[in-house]
């Protein structure tokens, strides 16, 4: 009888342990560069940290397209955690798909920048990054500074560019609005519009493939636009022909937020990965690997000085409140402050 006790008490144990080991959490995310090190800087270290956790990471090319899965599970959530860009996961919130994020999901949520939050949202800002200038460097003799280059002859027909509805597409009207003279945005950006239309001739393709980067890289094409963390990744490749800028105008922040699926079958593990994704430490990692901006105050001191140098790290944390789509390195230019009014960025 003793025997058979001792038995089941091992086999308790064991299915004890095979059940915190199979926890896991259903992540959706970016596929591409952004899985590659998101996965090394982010999920590997947490589930190395926690190994009754499992991350699954789903790639998917863009938000719009989680979004849509997002919307066809709402009745029965296959994932968990998904990170998109926050003004997708606003919609998101809309549907139901994003539960509220508070203190009993994260510990960091006090420690967040303004611009991690975006009224009537229920995911929180996880990375920020920025629309820059990319070019070849063996084609371009002289570097260009402002985004008013892109008009320069020299690059007739060798531009390319991300068209709307691409978020690259969409600030780059709004920048083009306000060198036109435009200066409000939410009104109307018909002078953006009408700029961009000048520059259409001289654009190669509005639709790059298989990204922004790769044709600037063989040479295909010259100059264009793309994503400061992606940009600074390519840049920084062996014998790499890509070189970034940030016009000195200055550019649109791009915020990607995390957020915990509503009704998620795994939902006391994925809060425990979102308070990692969120912690300084892990923000500073990211940064450090992928030039991603931390939006945890804290983190900015964990950050090598070459990865500041490479992120709007310096802009992001002196914006003040609410939602936002302009920041600048001179204060030519200014942030949407929301209820808060318009400030310059110092």
Not at 154 to 170: E, H, S, W
Not at 285 to 300: F, R, S
Request: with cysteine; hydrophobic share 40%.
């Amino acid at each position: 009888m003793k025997k058979i006790k001792m038995l089941l008490l091992s086999t308790c144990i064991a299915c004890t342990a095979f059940g915190a080991q199979a926890e896991t959490v259903n992540l959706m995310a970016y596929s591409g560069i952004f899985e590659k090190y998101y996965r090394q800087a982010v999920v590997e270290p947490f589930m190395a940290k926690n190994p009754d956790i499992t991350v699954e990471y789903f790639g998917m090319p863009n938000s719009a397209q989680m979004l849509g899965t997002l919307r066809s599970q709402v009745a029965d959530p296959q994932f968990d955690v998904a990170i998109m860009d926050i003004t997708v996961s606003k919609a998101g919130t809309d549907d139901g798909v994003f539960a509220p994020i508070d203190e009993s999901v994260t510990s960091h949520l006090k420690d967040l920048v303004p611009l991690a939050h975006l009224e009537g949202t229920n995911a929180v800002g996880v990375t920020l990054d920025s629309m820059t200038m990319i070019y070849n460097k063996d084609l371009v003799v002289a570097p260009p500074t402002s985004w008013e280059d892109l008009w320069n002859p020299a690059y007739n027909r060798k531009i390319v560019l991300a068209a709307a509805p691409d978020t690259t597409g969409l600030i780059f009207t709004v920048v083009a609005d306000r060198m036109a003279g435009g200066t409000d945005y939410k009104t109307s950006t018909e002078k953006g519009i009408e700029k961009v239309m000048t520059l259409a001739p001289a654009v190669q393709t509005w639709e790059p493939h298989p990204d922004v980067y790769q044709p600037i890289m063989t040479g295909s094409a010259t100059i264009g636009l793309g994503w400061n963390a992606r940009a600074q990744i390519f840049a920084g490749g062996e014998g790499s022909k890509l070189a970034v800028v940030m016009p000195k105008e200055g550019s649109g922040f791009q915020i990607n937020a995390i957020g915990l699926i509503e009704n998620a079958q795994n939902r006391e593990a994925a809060k425990r990965f979102i308070d990692y994704a969120l912690s300084p430490e892990t923000q500073a990692t990211l940064a450090n690997t992928m030039y991603y901006a931390p939006t945890n105050a804290n983190a900015a001191s964990l950050i090598s000085k070459e990865a500041q140098a490479k992120t709007v790290l310096s802009m992001s944390m002196t914006v003040e409140s609410g939602p936002r789509i302009f920041a600048q390195k001179e204060p030519r230019f200014w942030v949407d402050g929301g209820h808060d009014g318009e400030r310059p960025i110092r």
